[in-house]
């Protein structure tokens, strides 16, 4: 974040270019559907920028706090796999998300 937010401040980038190179493109790009946007069906993944400063100052991740004035304090975390992968992660015990490599860009031209 910090380095993003430093090419913000200097000029090379608008926050909305930063947002959409650290939060939309790799969303999409993992066909991420629900992780893009805020609208209906968004599922509540939100970081606070202190702009300023140049860091991130809050996170938010399926509706809980997991990080304040910088320091992590969620626990847990969850494994990002694909259908193939699903059973391995789940035979350790891990919580997993599934990308949908159907809605991902990885196979496009």
Not at 37 to 65: F, P, R, S, Y
């Amino acid at each position: 974040m910090e380095s993003g937010l430093s090419l913000v401040k200097f000029g090379a980038l608008t926050i909305e270019e930063f947002v959409e190179k650290t939060s939309v493109n790799p969303a999409k790009m993992f066909g991420r559907v629900s992780k893009w946007h805020l609208g209906e069906g968004a599922d509540a993944d939100v970081t606070v920028l202190d702009l300023e400063n140049g860091k991130a100052v809050m996170g938010i991740a399926k509706g809980e706090v997991i990080m304040i004035d910088g320091v992590v304090v969620g626990k847990d975390g969850t494994v990002v796999t694909t259908k193939a992968g699903a059973q391995s992660v789940e035979e350790m015990g891990m919580k997993y998300d599934l990308v949908d490599l159907e809605k991902s860009r990885f196979y496009q031209n």
